[in-house]
């Protein structure tokens, strides 16, 4: 019998970083505040599933100042849209087959 869950991503399993990973395949990056409003999370909260994404190389951070502000960007990176893809796949492929 064939595991058609084998192909699900357990690094999106979480409903943050599903969210987050979301918002970055349709948009080119997105910075900290509007994703955090997105998702109504707290800062602790984004903060640590970002980190476990960029970990795995699925997002890149980049932090820069915008006059004297800290501004904090997020964008998907290829290996992380293509784990994204994949994962959507394999999700559609569970959905056909339970139906």
């Given at each position: 019998?064939?595991?058609?869950?084998?192909?699900i991503?357990?690094?999106?399993?979480?409903?943050?970083?599903?969210?987050?990973?979301?918002?970055?395949?349709?948009?080119?990056s997105?910075?900290f505040?509007?994703v955090?409003?997105?998702?109504?999370?707290?800062?602790?909260?984004?903060?640590s599933?970002v980190?476990?994404?960029?970990?795995?190389?699925?997002?890149?951070?980049?932090?820069?100042?915008?006059?004297?502000?800290?501004?904090?960007?997020?964008?998907?990176?290829?290996?992380?849209?293509?784990?994204?893809?994949?994962?959507?796949?394999?999700?559609?492929?569970?959905?056909?087959k339970?139906?």
């Amino acid at each position: 019998m064939k595991n058609y869950i084998e192909n699900i991503n357990k690094a999106f399993e979480s409903r943050i970083r599903l969210g987050i990973m979301s918002i970055l395949m349709v948009n080119d990056s997105m910075d900290f505040a509007t994703v955090k409003e997105m998702l109504n999370i707290t800062d602790g909260n984004l903060a640590s599933h970002v980190t476990a994404l960029e970990k795995l190389g699925y997002i890149e951070v980049r932090k820069q100042f915008v006059g004297k502000k800290p501004n904090t960007t997020y964008l998907a990176t290829d290996a992380g849209k293509l784990a994204f893809s994949e994962h959507l796949s394999a999700l559609e492929s569970l959905i056909r087959k339970a139906t």
